[in-house]
């Protein structure tokens, strides 16, 4: 069992910056993927960004040129900095974490943290 605890929204104006972290219980070796995804009210959760363990990382197009993914390995997080803030990146952001076991995957979440930007 992987627990993840998101950190590091709030609210800011447009084209400000926020940086989110999600601590792993686990050492984050161990996860393949680990990645942000976010959810406003009445839609599907949408993937926002994923740096697997070895290998490219992958942004929503909606995000490329504005947000970074970053996996720090010493201190068992994955980061995600926002820059040029939009009001429509307003949502809650969930990090999530793929763990292979044999031939399957575990996927597990965070509890969300809410982003919102306004001014």
């Known amino acids: 069992q992987v627990q993840l605890v998101e950190s590091g929204g709030g609210l800011v ?19 393949n993927v680990m990645a ?7 839609k599907q959760r949408e993937l926002v ?7 490219s990382r992958i942004y929503a197009s909606s995000v490329e040129g504005r947000f970074t993914i970053s996996r720090d390995p010493a201190k068992n997080t994955v980061d995600l900095q926002m820059n040029s803030l939009k009001p429509e990146d307003t949502a809650v952001y969930y990090c ?19 982003v919102t930007v306004s001014s």
């Open 96 to 114: 999530k974490a793929e763990a292979a076991v044999g031939t399957t995957t575990d996927n597990y979440w965070g509890q969300g943290t809410q």
């Open 13 to 31: 104006q447009p084209g400000g910056s926020l940086r989110l972290s999600c601590a792993a219980s686990t050492n984050i070796f161990r996860l």
């Open 36 to 42: 942000w995804y976010r959810q406003t009210p009445g």
């Open 49 to 55: 960004a994923a740096a697997p363990r070895t290998g």
